[in-house]
Each structure stands twice: as C-alpha cells, then as structure tokens.
C-alpha cells in the first residue's frame, strides 16, 4: 500500500524495538502488551521475536511491529540490524538491578549508532510491582530520562501497570511525529515509503504530547 491508496484504506505501520540488558523483562513486557500474557519461567529470548499490535488514532488504523531484541552480549551482532527502520525505541532496566541501569548509556548509543530514523524513546523502569528490593530510584529514573530528552515510565510486566500506558504512549508520539513531518514533505514521504510505513494528511494539529513521568502507585 501507498499514499496514493483510497484515504479509507490507508493505515500506518511503524517498527519499535524494545532493548535493554538479559532479563529485565522485555520479552514479558511485550507478551503483556500483545496478548495480555506473563510468563514467570520465561527463557531469555534467542535473536529477535516480534509482535504486531493495532491502535486506531485520529480514525486510522496504526499497526505497531514490536521487536523484542536479546539482551545477551553474544547475540548484540545478530541484532543491530534490527534497529534499522525503527520509529520508536523501549529502553527497558530492571529497578532492581543497578547494573541494568548503568547500562541504559551503551544502549542509547548502540539505539542512535544503528537507527535511520530519529527514534521516540522511553526509558523503561520494570519490575516496580518489587519496590522493596529496589536499587534505582523514581528520581534517577526520570533524571536520567530528562538528561536524554526520553519519555519515562515505571512498569510491571507481572501486574501489568502501565505497560498498555508506555506502549501506547510511544505509538502515539511516532503517529504525532511523522504526521507533522509528512505534511508537504515529499522527501519524508519517500523515507518513510522506504520504512514500509504508509501514509495520509490526516488533517491533525500534530500537537505533541508533554513528555511527562509516569511511575508505579505507591
């Protein structure tokens, strides 16, 4: 499908990878998002699995490929590749790993070194269902996050707060993102038909949303 399909059957297709250290929770974190599943004994994740999840925004139909990337250094090679045509990025620790989160920088510069795309990030605390073995704090969550111009958010994969909140979120800014962009940009149109992302002047103000901190209820 192109942009000169009839506008009722025009739909967006974006790709977001979620990265992040081995078992933080990212795979859990998208079987929560697609099917609304945990799994405790899950197995770390070998090369790339995706999920495809659909939102109507505006009356159009946006469809998100969600790619959940292994953490295990041994597999960093396989999955670069991976980062390329991404629109959006979850960069996901575990609150209660500090090691986790000192590693957020390597991943932000691997995320900018292989994208093609300027990327909407979230910076993903998990696990905040464990807040009594907490090892990073609300406040260097979001600090880390304000210094890197991401979103931020706290989640938990296991009871599922806010993890429909953090996907949707970053959905959502890509949709606001390229619909500024697209209006009378053929060059954008072209980088984007590359992407395989189909689109429309959908007529919006394209405001964008505040880039506000979003953490587990205490």
């Known amino acids: 499908m192109d942009s000169s399909d009839d506008e009722s059957g025009e739909e967006y297709l974006f790709k977001i990878v979620i990265i992040g250290d081995s078992a933080v929770g990212k795979s859990n974190l998208l079987t929560r998002y697609a099917r609304n599943e945990f799994n405790l004994h899950s197995k770390a994740t070998i090369g790339v699995e995706f999920q495809t999840q659909t939102l109507e925004i505006d009356g159009k139909e946006v469809k998100a490929q969600i790619w959940d990337t292994a953490g295990q250094e041994r597999f960093r090679a396989v999955t670069s590749a991976y980062y390329r045509g991404a629109f959006g990025a979850l960069v996901v620790y575990d609150i209660t790993r ?45 600090s880390l996050a304000e210094s890197e111009g991401m979103f931020f958010m706290e989640t938990s994969a296991l009871d599922a707060t806010n993890v429909n909140k953090a996907f949707d979120m970053v959905i959502r800014e890509i949709y606001n993102s390229v619909s500024r962009k697209v209006l009378n940009s053929d060059s ?23 880039q506000g901190y979003s953490c587990c209820s205490r």
Not at 103 to 110: A, G, T, V, Y
Not at 199 to 210: A, I, M, W
Request: charged share 30%.
């Open 98 to 142: 500090r090691t986790t989160f000192d590693s957020i920088p390597r991943w932000l510069d691997e995320l900018k070194t292989h994208s093609d795309t300027t990327v909407a990030r979230m910076l993903v605390g998990n696990k905040c269902d464990l807040d009594n073995i907490r090892a990073v704090s609300v406040e260097e969550g979001k």
């Open 188 to 210: 954008y149109k072209a980088e984007l038909s590359v992407n395989r992302v189909s689109l429309v002047d959908n007529g919006t103000d394209g405001s964008k949303q505040n």
